[in-house]
Each structure stands twice: as structure tokens, then as C-alpha cells.
């Protein structure tokens, strides 16, 4: 095709950022991990409100107290809220103190020489 060989001609001055592989080369792993969470997540759901809504008697049945129904889920919020507060601070730990050049430049910077930003009086 005349457009995949020149992308940006007057007819399509504009150029699909990022380029879109072609089906040979595209994978489907995106779908069959987006398929395996919304299964697994949907089947928990499941689990969870059977759990909290059966009578006590078929829970204790199965030998599963009815407490860890209120208890699951709020130590998963506590264990997400904690690993947010790891994250940040992990992030905190591994900047670099202001006095450090390497929080002002890094190794791509494009400076011009030193003796263009301070001239020498001789």
C-alpha cells in the first residue's frame, strides 16, 4: 500500500504514534490475561457474597467461620494501602538529596562545555 510506505504524504500528513504492528506480529496474551482476570475475579465475587450471605449453619458446616467474610476483605484493603505506602517510600529513599548534581542532570542531558557557562576572566 502507497500508505504504509510513505506515512506522512500530503493525502496523510499525519503518522499513527505508535505504529501499529501488524496482525502477524501481535500477541494475545492482552486478551487471555484480560479473559483470566475478569473470570477469576468475577468467580471470587461469586465466593464472597455466597460466604456472606448463606446461613451460618452451612458455612460452619463446611468449617469456615462466618467473621473471615468482614475480615478477608479488610485486611486486603490494609495490605494495599500498605504496599501504596512501601511504594512511596521507596521512591523517597532512592531520590537523590538536592545538594546532588544527579537530581538536576542525568547521563542523556545535552549540556554545552563548562567553559561555556563560566567564562575564565584571562
Partial sequence: MKGEENPTSPLSPLASYPPIPSSEYRSRAPEFYGFVAW??????YF????????????????GIKCEWAI???AWSIVAALLTYSVYFALA?????????MSAIIDSRAHLPPTYMIFPSDS
Fill in 47 to 62: 465466593v464472597y457474597l455466597l460466604w456472606a450471605l448463606l446461613p451460618d449453619e452451612y458455612i460452619e458446616w463446611l
Fill in 71 to 73: 475480615l478477608i476483605p
Fill in 92 to 100: 523517597l529513599y532512592g531520590t537523590p538529596a538536592f545538594s546532588n
Fill in 39 to 44: 473470570t477469576s475475579t468475577s468467580f471470587l
